[in-house]
């Protein structure tokens, strides 16, 4: 029995293990990296298919229609996303406008996030989508990938 709870758990490292080399290093500038008080921005979670990679970064108040998000894909996997949080400023009906003090969000102003995706890709084929919860998601087809034309 013991035995079989060793395999198991050597097994279970090995995947985590596995899992790790995935995901690579990420590196945050800015405001990316104050976001400590609130909900993090440049989280990223990538996938792996035969043809393409799928990433997707956590980007919390940023709103598709008010900022210009920037994504560069160089050939080799290198990822580089830029933007702005805003400033967040709430009119009241008396006429006052508030500026907010930030504690649950991140702080306003530039940021970048960097990282590598598993393999090199074709930069001029991919697909991205903000979604409306605040996260980008890209679909990016891997270098020679024979892509159906419809």
Do not use: W
């Amino acid at each position: 029995m013991n035995t079989e709870n060793n395999q198991t758990a050597t097994t279970t490292t090995t995947t985590t293990t596995t899992l790790s080399k995935v995901i690579s290093h990420v590196f945050v500038t800015g405001t990316a990296k104050q976001g400590s008080l609130g909900p993090p921005i440049g989280l990223v979670d990538i996938g792996v298919s035969e043809a393409a990679y799928i990433f997707r970064v956590s980007l919390p108040g940023i709103e598709k229609n008010q900022n210009k998000i920037k994504c560069e894909i160089q050939r080799e996997g290198r990822v580089c996303i830029q933007g702005v949080v805003p400033e967040i400023a709430i009119p009241s009906e008396t006429g006052y406008l508030y500026r907010m003090q930030v504690q649950q969000l991140c702080p306003p102003g530039p940021f970048s996030i960097t990282f590598n995706l598993p393999g090199q890709v074709d930069p001029r084929l991919f697909s991205p989508t903000f979604r409306s919860d605040g996260i980008l998601e890209v679909v990016v087809v891997k270098l020679g990938v024979r892509v159906p034309t419809s």
